[in-house]
């Protein structure tokens, strides 16, 4: 898959990846069609940092669903 390119089906890769990995209890909430493509780069910068870790911590996992909460449309 190339991330190098903004489209709705990397989208949403990343953000099913990222709830997968992270096993966010509120995934239902975090849906690709929330995001902004204009923080696409950003988007892939936290899906790169949650792949490459085995396991996160409580404020880790907070962290990242806050940054993604930044991410969203508004």
Same mark, same amino acid.
């Given at each position: ?6 489209? =709705?089906?990397?989208?949403? *890769? ?7 990995? /992270? &096993? ?7 849906? =690709?069609? *929330? ?7 950003? /988007?892939?910068?936290?899906?790169? /940092?949650?792949?490459?870790?085995? *396991? ?13 909460? *930044?991410? &969203?449309?508004?």
């Amino acid at each position: 898959m190339d991330l190098s390119v903004k489209t =709705p089906e990397n989208v949403e *890769h990343m953000i099913e990846a990222i709830k997968t990995k /992270l &096993r966010v209890a509120t995934g239902a909430a975090i849906k =690709p069609s *929330h995001f902004d493509y204009e923080k696409y780069e950003d /988007l892939v910068d936290i899906y790169e /940092l949650v792949m490459a870790k085995s *396991h996160f911590s409580v404020s880790e996992m907070d962290a990242i669903v806050m940054e993604l909460g *930044h991410l &969203r449309k508004g």
